[in-house]
């Protein structure tokens, strides 16, 4: 059984660039959810996928977006990126649905903004 | 808004120790779970608790959710050095699909 993974695991953008994540969920779970973890903090929700689309969203602006593909793969898309963006980013995948039960976590992809 | 409040937010114990971890709530929870974190990894998930009242046991660790689900603890006897790392309480809204709030985390640091 493969587990969640996610790409890349460390980048580095400037002020404005745009950025695309990965992540690939565990095998056999159709819901893939995306979470912002700031330094020190715990992590917040940004939005879920569920069948290919947005099963709700957190507290994030519109640059921040998502795609989720057939094989249940999943983007996180961030435009205008802003040096508050700076977090690691984690993908969580679950098979449960919109109802989320357990949710299987990535490593994260690491984001500095400078 | 759901907000879950988690305490204290470092903990620096000896091997041996007890140690309780609280995370606290205005709002009511469908479910409560608890997650651990190391330093370059994912969340990974300990225990889920999801009637009020509930006590759950884990080796070492104990889980409660109170009686009103807004509230739950996380208590370790015996703290070994390698149940050092992040430890997340996550609350499940009942209508919020997919949502998990999670509390700020509690660092634990358990020195040999």
């Known amino acids: 059984e493969t587990g969640v993974t996610q790409s890349p695991t460390h980048l580095i953008k400037t002020r404005g660039q745009q950025v695309t994540l990965r992540c690939s969920s565990q095998s056999g779970h159709n819901t893939v959810s995306w979470y912002q973890q700031a330094l020190g903090q715990g992590p917040q929700f940004i939005f879920q996928?569920?069948?290919?689309?947005?099963?709700g969203r957190g507290n994030f602006p519109p640059r921040f977006s998502g795609l989720q593909f057939p094989n249940y793969s999943s983007e996180l898309n961030v435009n205008a990126l802003e040096l508050d963006d700076s977090a690691l980013y984690l993908c969580a995948s679950s098979g449960q649905g919109r109802n989320t039960g357990e949710l299987f976590f990535g490593e994260g992809s690491r984001l500095t903004v400078l | 808004t759901q907000l879950l409040e988690q305490s204290p937010q470092f903990l620096s114990i000896q091997e041996g120790e007890n140690l309780t971890v609280y995370c606290n709530s205005s709002s009511v929870f469908s479910s409560l779970q608890w997650y651990r974190q190391e330093p370059g990894e994912g969340p990974v998930l300990l225990v889920t608790v999801v009637t009020g009242g509930e006590v759950k046991k884990l080796k070492r660790l104990t889980f409660q959710f109170g009686d009103a689900r807004k509230d739950s603890s996380l208590h370790i006897t015996a703290a070994q050095p390698g149940d050092t790392g992040l430890y997340l309480c996550?609350?499940?809204?009942?209508?919020?699909?997919?949502?998990?709030?999670f509390g700020q985390g509690t660092i634990l640091t358990v020195h040999p």
């Open positions: 996550a609350g499940l809204g009942g209508t919020s699909y997919g949502k998990l709030t």
């Open positions: 996928y569920y069948r290919e689309e947005e099963n």
